[in-house]
């Protein structure tokens, strides 16, 4: 039997899709859960911190939370994930000192998904509330329902990053999409990836949102498709009309409270929504938290690889295919922009940065001398560098 291993774009359905989305949420089936919203299961988690504690209980909870964000909705709700907001309102006082100190810099910090300056966005806010404000830090990540959230996705020793998204009122509503890391990619891109691999994506990352401050509908929090996470191609679908179509209309959302922790699959069809009121900025602590499993096993200087090869590659081009080049190019310069430093190196015009084997062969294409191309590679790394 002859398996085809990729998806296409062209080949994605709206009724497939529609088939896998509209199930129900039976909350008979789930053990922990307060209540069930829109098919979103909510925790409360004044009430859930016992079985946190006790060796017989927390796997089960994990286990259900697992099977929510995987086969379930792929969406859950932490309420009152913080019991003590004070933690929340002194990480949102350094934060919005942050922002006023760039916007003074001029810093524009460009977004994925949203037009610069069309909200404010802080990134690698997680390292600057560290550096900054530690004692702060303690207290607001010195939480156990963030930590068993990750756990429960990604097993121990994740990787936490944050960006600090502030939509101001008037601010106007994402489409859908998915997220990190095939969301990132353009459907050209993303369709060179296995069906496997598409598979696998959403589980090298948890996506969650810590509510800084009350979020009712009209505020715009984000809009959700449960069970959405279930379709195999939505890495390619996401941006076809007539999948965004279906979206926005079977989408759902939920009103938050200040300390509310949204989690979900980074699979999953979702959007920031439309901030309504004359009032209310709409301020959230983004979280990425990566498995521990995403990276190399050696540590590569591949800027110093990069520069020895470049006139080696541009002296014998003439000798070598297409194909041979571009696979010596693979096998040194890193063909993936993340991890960076956004502050710096952000996505500007796309959904990533330019990665180096983009500048490579950027340099290659347009015959670029040795020494231009050291020093734009230079110039990248400097960006990059935390």
Avoid at 1 to 16: F, K, L, Q, T
Avoid at 276 to 300: C, D, F, K, P
């Amino acid at each position: 039997m002859i398996h085809d291993p990729w998806y296409r774009e062209a080949d994605c359905s709206v009724a497939d899709f529609a088939a896998s989305v509209e199930a129900v949420t039976d909350p008979g089936r789930l053990e922990f859960a307060r209540d069930v919203q829109r098919n979103i299961p909510i925790y409360d988690c004044t009430a859930l911190r016992a079985a946190l504690d006790d060796p017989a209980a927390r796997p089960r909870l994990l286990g259900e939370w697992l099977g929510v964000l995987m086969d379930g909705a792929g969406v859950l709700l932490l309420h009152r994930a913080f019991s003590d907001t004070q933690a929340i309102d002194d990480a949102t006082a350094f934060f919005e000192a942050i922002i006023a100190e760039e916007r003074e810099l001029g810093i524009s910090g460009a977004d994925h998904f949203a037009k610069p300056g069309a909200n404010d966005r802080i990134w690698n806010a997680l390292e600057k509330l560290c550096v900054r404000a530690p004692a702060v830090f303690a207290r607001y990540y010195g939480n156990p329902f963030l930590a068993a959230a990750a756990e429960a996705w990604l097993g121990p020793l994740y990787q936490v990053t944050s960006q600090i998204n502030v939509v101001r009122p008037g601010g106007q509503a994402q489409e859908a999409h998915r997220d990190y890391h095939l969301g990132f990619q353009t459907v050209e891109n993303a369709q060179r990836y296995p069906a496997h691999v598409h598979r696998m994506s959403p589980l090298l990352t948890l996506q969650g949102a810590v509510a800084h401050g009350d979020m009712p509908v009209d505020s715009g929090p984000t809009k959700l498709l449960p069970f959405s996470q279930r379709y195999g191609p939505g890495y390619l679908a996401w941006r076809r009309q007539d999948f965004r179509d279906y979206f926005e209309r079977h989408c759902v959302q939920l009103a938050l409270a200040k300390g509310d922790a949204l989690f979900l699959s980074p699979a999953l069809f979702h959007a920031a929504g439309s901030n309504r009121t004359s009032h209310i900025s709409r301020v959230a602590n983004l979280l990425q938290i990566s498995s521990a499993y995403g990276r190399a096993m050696e540590s590569v200087n591949r800027v110093k690889m990069c520069e020895a090869l470049y006139p080696a590659l541009r002296a014998h081009r003439a000798e070598m295919g297409a194909a041979e080049i571009a696979a010596a190019i693979a096998s040194s310069a890193e063909g993936y922009p993340f991890p960076t430093a956004l502050d710096r190196d952000p996505p500007i015009g796309g959904l990533a940065p330019m990665s180096q084997q983009m500048l490579f062969r950027q340099a290659l294409d347009e015959d670029w001398p040795a020494d231009r191309f050291i020093a734009e590679l230079r110039v990248q790394a400097g960006r990059r560098e935390a």
